[in-house]
Structure formats: structure tokens, C-alpha cells
């Protein structure tokens, strides 16, 4: 089993915990890793994006091919277009349809949702009400996360057991509160897929 | 052993502990930052007394780190590319000195200047200097080669640089560290105390020596580990990968398995002899490097025959900016792949400055100041301030490298241009400013100076800034009279206020400096959290 997968977003949204919770799993069930990150100057509040492969036999690129990934998975609607040349024909992409609108020139959201829409396979979902109504309206990165465990081909039980590890210093509440979140998210994209 | 999950910047730094650090030197710089911050916050290194305290400047930091090898014991300088070129002077000559304890400089390069003013290729200073390189493939290759490079450079008592790349330095995969942790050497002065003596008479000799070990050099990369010929029957092509972008030629076979015969180069000067043999058994040779075609131009002229290569030169790959799986597809001939267009609507979303930040304060006050004389009078420099250049503020007029501002509106001054401002940072002014501040108050050059004091290294993530509490002190000491010195509050309720300051100063025809100060926004958000966190 392979997953190539492009984490998507802006600055600050959290797209490094997720990778950290499906990279804790994977390696839990003795898979191979690679993970490229952005650091530096286009984190202030500028798009940023994370290559995120992970698979049974030994991964050579750190980059996903144009083409090839399995699947986005975007805190933020913008941000999931962004990165469409990357998907493959059969891939899913999940995202977060909150805007983060901090540039003047946002597009149309209408024209957005338009354009989700055309993908063939997406799941998309208002991550930050979903995550309110959990009870954690920080938690809306582990929604979208929730929403793509469908798609991650291993145990959702494994992804709750990486959460567990993950916020295991941040106590009880707050880990069961993620797993409320991740729970959300999930059924609304076994729900809609 | 149980694999630990490391950036490649994280499993240099790992791997230096491991190999008996004593010190490691550095100023912060995208991508190379977080192999210092590492160092910093390992417990292993507190207890070890290993240093770890940021250095006020590349160059700074490369004749500390030549001065712990000096005195024997092992040590470490990281910089990013640019910051290679700070520390050009001690580099190069420290390859003439030579080494004592074993000395690793650590450069990483920024392919598509993801974070960078350009794209330089510091294998090409390597070059320069006659020192041997090493460049990782990945991150455990990173962790064995800093062990490697240690031994390398206490062997022929010369320093190693080792090359990294962005995608290597950012990127998280699997390490397995050696068993046992190795002792700090001991002091130990140099066998020769004239060694680091570069006096003509002495620097030839050591010179002589450099060249004569620089065949032995060779000699070890013929047979390094980390340069491997494997053969393949299909002769018609041979590929030359260098680093990182061996990664991406195995990404194009599924099965692992690449029919030509593939040299694989991780350690220079070129194993000539390597080259030699895939020359004569092929009928053409393909180079894939990330960075400049260091590789290529070197084999089309020492090869001196007339075998085609291929590579960046011929267009056979782009000759610039970073590899990627796709470009190396194409140019091995293979079917390129590509998902669904970019929809026309994605705009793009520029980095910013901050909400809250104390830079926009300062911009929006100067730009006021300057509203009424004629635009590009503000030099600037590197920094989150440089971001002033961007829309809405469009503040600046230029950014060329650490401490430029101060000396180019000095330079602009001179040729007529007056007022002329300069708008630098409080890290980046301790980093290359001052010398500039005091050829400006020798010359009475009729400049401003705006150091934006936040108090933090912002940009590569709030690291301590040398400067700290100092930088009032210091223009008074260089020279600068204390009544044109202001120190000013960027906030919008003093507006009104900074903007009269500034023109005061503007007027005067000597050097004044501004100095708007508030803490970075970033910084205190952090210095919150934390003391959350330990209640």
C-alpha cells in the first residue's frame, strides 16, 4: 500500500499536525515515510503545502509527482485548487470550505465550491461549524482529517490511536475532543463519498 | 534500532552529538536554521556543555568553529547559501590553514529560492577552496556523512563542506543512528603552531600541501561509499546523479531498477575514475543535479573527447530551479504525468506581514514622511520588513543582501541623492550594518537609518538577536551624535508623532538613526504561550 497525499493551506492552520498523526500511524504499522515541509519566510500567512508519502515499500522522491498523488487534503477551499495539477485521475480531495480570506483579491466563493465541484472525487465540508459543534472550534484541521480517513486505506482505530499519542501531553479533554472532531469529519465523508 | 523521524537539517544534527560535537556555530538562515535550534534544545548538548549560542554573522561563526578545531575538538558551522559568501574569506582560507579537530561546514542551498535572494550553488565554493564535499541523497546518508566527514577531516586535517538542499534540509523520513555516542576529543593544540600562520612563505607551503592532498582526495571519492557505479546493460546512455536528485531517477522506476549504468555522486572532488569508466561504455552521458550544472561543465571539459552530455546546459533539463520527479521523467524520455489544471480563479496568496506587526507602523509612517519628494528613496535589506516591498505598503526600493541598506543610501547620498533612507533590522544591522553605519559617520553622509528593533531574529523564526538591548549603545559608540538618535514607538496612536520625528531627521544633513521599537508580534505570542505552558 501507498498513499501520496498534498497537505494544503495557509500559514498557521495546522497542516503540519495532521501530517504528524497520518505520519505517526503509518510508521506505527512499520511503513515507510517521507515528508517535505515549508518553513521560512512563506509561512507568514502565505499558501503552504506539504508532500506527505507514505508506503509499505521504500519511497525515493521526497516530491509527489505531477499526476500521482491520492489525494489533497486542504484546510482552506482556495488552497485545494491550488495544487489540482498534482492529483491523479482516480484521487480524492477533501477539503475545508471556511475561506481564509486575507488577501484582497479573494475569488468569488460561489465560483470556489464551482470549481470543487468539478472534481471528480472531493468531499467538502464547513470544518470550522463541524468542529464548534464537537466542542473545539481549533480542531477544524482534525475534521478535515476525520473526512479523509476513508480514504487513508489503514484502521480508522489507528488514526484515533496516533491522536491519542500526538495530544498525549495536552490531557484527556483535549484529546477527546479531537477524537469528537476526527469522528465528525469521518462521518460526514462516509456519508457524502 | 528504532528509526527516528528526522528533517534532514535535524539528522545532521544528531549525527554532529553523536560524532563527539564540541560547539556548533551559526547565524539563523532558511533552510539551514533548525540544524542549530536542534543542537539548542537537546538535552544531551546542555549536559555536554556542546555550544550552541548564535553567532552574530556567518563569518563570525565559520572563525569560532575554525578556532574550537584549532584547539582540537570537533566542530560544526551551518549557514544558508548566501551566508557562505559572509564567510567566504575564513572559509576559503581555512582550507589553506587546514584543520586540527575535526571542522564540518554545513551550507544549504535554495533551488528555486524558496526563501533566498538567488539560487547559488555553494558546491561551486567547495570547488574553489579544494575542499572536499559531501552532498546527502537523504537523510540517513545526511546522519552517516557528518560521521564521515569527521573522520575525513581529522585524517587529512582539512575542512569538509557538506551541501544540502532545501528538499533535503525540510524533509522528515526514517534515521537509524549509530549504537554508541563518541567522546569530545580532548584539547589538543596543532602538531605545527605555525600551521594557521597564513604568512606568504608559510601559505605556500600549506598551499602545496592542499594541492598534493587534493589527488588523495580524488583518490578517496573513487572509493567512497557514498559514490556508487551500478551497471545496466543499456549503454546507449549513462546517468550521472548527484545528491538529492538520485531520488528522483528512482522515482521514475517503479521496480527500483534503472537500465543504464547509473553513477551515483555524493562526495567531491569528482571520482574521476568512476566518470572515466561510464564514458567508455557509454555512448552518452545524462547529468541530473539540483542547483547549477557543476557536474556537467566540469566532465564536458575534463573528459576532452567528444561524448555528448546532457543535462542542464542543453536543455535536456531546465536550467534553473529545482528537480522535481516530473522534469528528470521527461528527460529520461519518459511519459511526463500531470492532474487537472489550475482553475483561472486561484489567485495567489504572497506572504505578509503580520497582523499587529510593528513594521507596518513603521512603513506607514514613512511612507508619509516621504510622501512629498520623488519616489526610491528607501534601500532595505533582509528581513520580514523586506515584505514592506509588497502591496499595500510598497515601501522599499531594494533588497540585495545583509547590511546593504545602510551602505547604499550611503552610496546613493554621495552621487546626490539626498534624503536618502535606509530601513534594516536589528538583527540584520548587528549581522553586516555597523561597519557600513561608520563609514556613513566618517563621510557625514546626509542619510536616515530606520533599524526596526522587534527584539528577535523574526523571519526564520524569532531566534535571540545579537544585538539585543545594545543597539542605541552601539550607534553611539560608532559615532552617531545621541540627539539623532530617536527611538520612537510604532504605534498607530503616535502616528502623528513618529511622522514629525522622521521629517526632523530627514532634514538634517549628517547621519541620524530611527529607531522604531516593538517587541515582533510572533514573538510575544510565543513568550505567552510558553509561560502558559510552564504554569
Known amino acids: 500500500m501507498k498513499k501520496d497525499i498534498i497537505l494544503a493551506g495557509v500559514g498557521g492552520q495546522g497542516i503540519i499536525s495532521i501530517a504528524s498523526i497520518i505520519g505517526y500511524a503509518a510508521l506505527e504499522q512499520g511503513m515507510f515515510l517521507k515528508q517535505s515541509e515549508v518553513h521560512g519566510m512563506s509561512q507568514r500567512g502565505g499558501d503552504v503545502m506539504s508532500n506527505l508519502r507514505i508506503s509499505h515499500n521504500e519511497i525515493a522522491s521526497d516530491l509527489i509527482p505531477f499526476g500521482q498523488a491520492d489525494m489533497i487534503i486542504s484546510i482552506e477551499p482556495l488552497e485545494s485548487l491550488r495544487y489540482l495539477p498534482y492529483l491523479s485521475g482516480h484521487g480524492w480531495v477533501i477539503t475545508n470550505t471556511r475561506p481564509f480570506n486575507n488577501i484582497p483579491n479573494y475569488p468569488d466563493m460561489n465560483e470556489i465550491m464551482n470549481e470543487i465541484g468539478k472534481v471528480p472525487h472531493h468531499i467538502a465540508l464547513d470544518a470550522d461549524a463541524t468542529a464548534k459543534e464537537t466542542g473545539s472550534v481549533k480542531a477544524a484541521n482534525i475534521v478535515i482529517l476525520g473526512a479523509a480517513t476513508p480514504f487513508l486505506g489503514m484502521d480508522y482505530g489507528k488514526i484515533e490511536d496516533a491522536i491519542r499519542f500526538i495530544f498525549r501531553k495536552k490531557g484527556d479533554k483535549i484529546i477527546e475532543l479531537n477524537l469528537n472532531a476526527l469522528k465528525a469529519g469521518s462521518d460526514f465523508a462516509n456519508k457524502h463519498m | ?535
Not at chain 2, 606568504?200 to 589527488?215: G, V
Open chain 2, 1 to 535: 534500532m528504532q528509526k527516528l523521524l528526522l528533517l534532514g537539517d535535524e539528522a545532521i544534527a544528531q549525527a554532529a552529538l553523536d560524532a563527539g560535537l564540541s560547539g556548533i556555530y551559526a547565524y539563523p538562515g532558511t533552510p539551514s536554521t533548525e540544524i542549530t535550534e536542534f543542537v539548542q534544545n537537546s538535552k544531551f548538548a546542555h549536559e555536554n556543555h556542546i555550544h550552541s549560542k548564535w553567532s552574530t554573522n556567518e563569518k563570525t561563526a565559520m572563525e569560532s568553529a575554525l578556532g574550537m578545531s584549532y584547539a582540537g575538538k570537533r566542530a560544526m558551522v551551518c549557514m544558508k547559501h548566501v551566508g557562505l559568501n559572509v564567510a567566504a574569506d575564513p572559509f576559503i582560507n581555512s582550507a589553506i590553514t587546514g584543520a586540527n579537530g575535526g571542522l564540518i561546514v554545513v551550507a544549504a542551498d535554495d533551488p528555486s529560492m524558496h526563501s533566498s535572494q538567488n539560487e547559488q550553488d555553494s558546491r561551486f565554493f567547495g570547488k574553489f577552496a579544494l575542499v572536499p564535499i559531501l552532498e546527502p541523497s537523504d537523510q540517513q546518508e545526511a546522519y552517516d556523512m557528518v560521521h564521515y566527514g569527521y573522520e575525513f577531516s581529522e585524517k587529512y586535517k582539512v575542512p569538509v563542506l557538506m551541501r544540502i538542499t532545501t528538499r533535503l534540509a525540510h524533509s522528515r523520513s526514517g534515521v537509524i543512528r549509530k549504537p554508541e555516542v563518541r567522546k569530545q576529543n580532548e584539547l589538543k593544540m596543532p602538531s605545527d603552531l605555525r600551521q594557521f600562520v597564513l604568512l606568504p612563505n608559510i601559505a605556500r607551503k600549506r598551499y602545496k600541501n592542499l594541492l598534493k592532498d587534493h589527488s588523495a582526495f580524488i583518490v578517496e571519492s573513487e572509493s567512497s561509499p557514498f559514490n556508487k557505479y551500478t551497471d545496466g546493460p543499456d549503454k546507449s546512455m549513462g546517468i550521472i546523479v548527484c545528491g538529492i536528485a538520485n531520488n528522483y531517477l528512482f522515482e521514475n522506476f517503479a521496480d527500483r531498477v534503472v537500465p543504464n549504468p547509473v553513477l551515483k555522486i555524493g562526495q567531491y572532488p569528482m571520482p574521476r575514475a568512476l566518470v572515466e569508466r561510464m564514458a567508455d561504455a557509454c555512448d552518452e552521458i545524462l547529468v541530473i543535479e539540483d542547483g547549477y550544472p557543476v557536474v556537467e561543465e566540469l566532465i564536458k571539459g575534463y573528459l576532452g573527447r567528444g561524448l555528448k552530455v546532457k543535462g542542464r546546459l542543453d536543455g535536456t533539463l531546465p536550467r534553473d530551479g529545482e528537480l522535481n520527479p516530473n522534469l528528470v521523467a521527461v528527460a529520461l524520455g519518459k511519459q511526463d504525468t500531470y492532474g487537472l489544471p489550475v482553475p483561472d480563479l486561484v489567485v495567489g496568496r504572497p506572504p505578509s506581514l503580520c497582523s499587529g506587526c510593528p513594521h507596518i507602523d513603521s512603513y506607514y509612517a514613512l511612507s508619509e514622511t516621504l510622501s512629498q519628494l520623488s519616489n526610491g528613496r528607501v534601500f532595505s535589506d533582509i528581513g520580514c520588513y523586506t515584505l514592506g516591498a509588497l502591496k499595500p505598503y510598497e515601501a522599499i526600493n531594494s533588497c540585495v543582501d545583509m547590511g546593504a541598506s545602510i551602505t547604499m543610501a550611503k552610496g546613493a547620498a554621495d552621487a546626490g541623492l539626498v534624503p536618502a533612507v535606509a530601513v534594516i533590522g536589528d538583527s540584520t544591522f548587528t549581522h553586516s550594518g555597523m561597519t557600513g553605519l561608520l563609514d556613513a559617520i566618517n563621510d557625514k553622509s546626509p542619510i536616515t537609518i530606520m533599524i526596526l528593533d522587534n527584539g528577535t531574529t523574526a523571519m526564520t523564526g524569532g531566534q535571540d538577536s545579537p544585538g539585543f538591548g545594545k543597539i542605541e549603545e552601539i550607534c553611539k559608540g560608532l559615532g552617531v551624535e545621541e540627539s539623532h538618535i530617536r527611538i520612537l514607538k510604532p504605534l498607530k496612536k503616535y502616528h502623528e508623532e513618529n511622522v514629525a520625528i522622521m521629517k526632523e531627521e530627514l532634514a538634517y544633513q549628517g547621519v541620524s538613526v530611527i529607531i522604531p521599537r516593538r517587541e515582533c508580534i510572533v514573538a510575544i505570542d510565543k513568550r505567552m504561550r510558553d509561560k502558559f505552558k510552564n504554569k
